[in-house]
């Protein structure tokens, strides 16, 4: 049988999954829990208050601003390399 996780760790894995911005096969493999388990804990917490709605604005704000930044970086290749690289204020 498989190791029992308690609790918090349940409910800590449902509010990884729903506010990272990560795939939640990522987060299970993370975790190392199988994609079921971890669906399953998704949806027993699913209307509970493990996340706050403010967590979910936050998230839902975070995947926003990452889809822009990838449409401008496909957009426009030569800023995106010179404003997200490291050595940039160097080479200026």
């Known amino acids: 049988m498989g190791l029992k996780r308690t609790e918090e760790f349940r409910q800590d894995a449902v509010r990884i999954a729903l506010?990272?911005?990560l795939?939640?096969?990522?987060?299970?493999?993370d975790l190392?829990?199988?994609?079921?388990?971890?669906?399953?804990w998704i949806m027993a917490y699913r209307d509970t208050d493990v996340v706050?709605?403010?967590d979910l604005d936050l998230a839902e704000e975070n995947e926003r601003l990452r889809r822009e930044?990838?449409?401008l970086k496909e957009e426009?290749?030569?800023w995106?390399?010179?404003?997200f690289s490291p050595f940039s204020v160097i080479s200026q």
């Open 19 to 21: 506010t990272s911005g």
């Open 23 to 29: 795939a939640r096969k990522q987060v299970a493999d």
């Open 32 to 40: 190392g829990v199988g994609m079921s388990t971890l669906n399953k």
């Open 52 to 54: 706050s709605k403010e």
């Open 69 to 71: 930044i990838r449409l």
């Open 76 to 78: 426009y290749p030569s």
């Open 80 to 83: 995106s390399s010179r404003f």
